[in-house]
């Protein structure tokens, strides 16, 4: 077997890194949408991401739509900074108690009125569902003290595993180079335009949270 010396590597063999993002924005619904600007994104090998949101805020207030599967995961991985002096007072958030479960149909046909038939009672029916509801939208809200914050959110979520990808581009001189592509989903219904993206290899503990779900004592 012949072994060629790392200096005829070093000198022969050109590595480039390419970045292939797939699917950008494409998902109906955001996983976690906010006016907040996206700053950063670091996808890890494990299926989740930590997502990184920053600016100037003039309101009270700052507002976060997930889908209720995700709001457990949200809040137990927020993490907050306010670097304008103000503060943050508190994270709020609806919950559902199990009574609230049926409390609108999700039939979009429900919101049609029935035509009435004189001399029958009408069926009680439940009120139909707002196009909110219906995809299962929460939303979490961050109460602010103070006029001018400059906040730094950062929180962890689902996201498409990255994966790693070689090509071996060999010239007719002899010479030779070699891509590195890495390979993302972004299945986050928001583009990714102006953030710094970062790929990491390891894979963090990852459990999942249940914050959002009420405990009723029995």
Known sequence: MNVLPSSWLRSRLGLSLLLLLAATGCANTATVSSNLP??????????????????KVDEQEVKFKMKESEVGDFL?????????GSSVRA????????????????????AVPRRKIPGEEPEPR?????????????EVVLQLDGKQHDLQVGYVTEAPVWRPSYRLVVEGNGT?????????????????????????????????????TPVIPT
């Not at 439940?126 to 929460?138: F, G, M, P, V, W």
């Not at 993302?184 to 503990?205: C, F, H, M, T, Y």
Request: hydrophobic residues 45%; proline residues 5%.
């Open 38 to 55: 996206l700053q950063r994104v670091v996808v890890y090998r494990n299926g989740i991401a930590y997502f990184e949101r920053g600016g």
């Open 76 to 84: 137990a991985t927020l993490a907050v900074m306010e670097k304008g």
């Open 91 to 110: 994270a709020a958030f609806p919950i559902k108690s199990p009574e609230d479960v049926m409390e609108c149909d999700p039939d979009p046909l429900a």
């Open 126 to 138: 439940l009120r139909a569902c707002t196009d909110q509801e219906r995809r299962h939208i929460r």
């Open 176 to 212: 030779a180079s070699m891509q590195a592509w890495g390979i993302v989903q972004n299945l986050s219904g928001e583009d990714w335009k102006n953030i710094r993206l970062s790929l990491v290899a390891g894979a963090p503990l990852a459990f999942e949270a249940t914050l959002g």
